[in-house]
T-cell receptor
Framework: GAVVSQHPSRVICKSGTSVKIECRSL??????MFWYRQFPKQSLMLMAT?????????EQGVEKDKFLINHASLTLSTLTVTSAHPEDSSFYIC?????????FGPGTRLLVL | DAKTTQPPSMDCAEGRAANLPCNHS???????VYWYRQIHSQGPQYIIH???NNETNEMASLIITEDRKSSTLILPHATLRDTAVYYC????????????FGAGTRLFVKA
């Protein structure tokens, strides 16, 4: 199957700082990517849909000014958590579509101290 | 997208077949059944999908009832590494792809 990578795999930051997470489609181009968040023992929650060359579409309740998404190329989408707080600590997962199937990255574990 | 119902957890003995059920009684004619699994602390992994016919690949088999209101994912010879949360999702194959995850079934494969 297609490969989606994320970087970094885990990050620890201080409260108030910003953190950037990268999502790449390694062997295919993706005009659309998705960002999910997962808290411990919960299911994945869709945060936003990232569209190459245009603005992201955010799900209800997700602050677009806090979670900045940039999909600058057909193989890269970035999620920036701005002014991170401890409640933003979570597992962030991206996904992309290749040939009608959705593939997921390995996830990025964010810990905000 | 149609809602799915799955048991919260199941056990299976290693080497035996694991049969994971999913109810999707409100599925529409153009909606596919997709199965993903998530091993602890990893991203979800695609397993299989189908529309109305039964499907098989190297990982699993998917059995869809004739009325399409339910399906079963079969792992023919479960191993300890198959312990994971399994998600059944129904959605149209093309367009959107805004996959919404339910709670899934936590499968424990025991030695």
């Amino acid at each position: 199957g297609a490969v989606v990578s994320q970087h970094p795999s885990r990050v620890i930051c201080k409260s108030g700082t910003s953190v950037k997470i990268e999502c790449r489609s390694l062997d295919f181009q993706a005009t659309t990517m998705f960002w999910y968040r997962q808290f411990p023992k919960q299911s994945l929650m869709l945060m936003a849909t990232s569209n190459e060359g245009s603005k992201a579409t955010y799900e209800q309740g997700v602050e677009k000014d806090k979670f900045l998404i940039n999909h600058a190329s057909l193989t890269l989408s970035t999620l920036t958590v701005t002014s991170a707080h401890p409640e933003d600590s979570s597992f962030y997962i991206c996904s992309a579509i290749n040939q009608e199937t959705q593939y997921f990255g390995p996830g990025t574990r964010l810990l905000v101290l | 997208d149609a809602k799915t119902t799955q048991p919260p957890s199941m056990d299976c003995a290693e080497g035996r077949a694991a049969n994971l059920p999913c109810n999707h009684s409100t599925i529409s004619g153009n909606e596919y059944v997709y199965w993903y699994r998530q091993i602890h602390s990893q991203g979800p992994q695609y397993i299989i999908h189908g529309l109305k016919n039964n499907e098989t690949n190297e990982m699993a088999s998917l059995i869809i009832t004739e009325d399409r209101k339910s399906s079963t994912l079969i792992l023919p010879h479960a191993t300890l590494r198959d312990t994971a949360v399994y998600y059944c999702i129904v959605r149209v194959e093309a367009g959107g792809f805004k996959t919404i995850f339910g709670a899934g079934t936590r499968l424990f494969v025991k030695a």
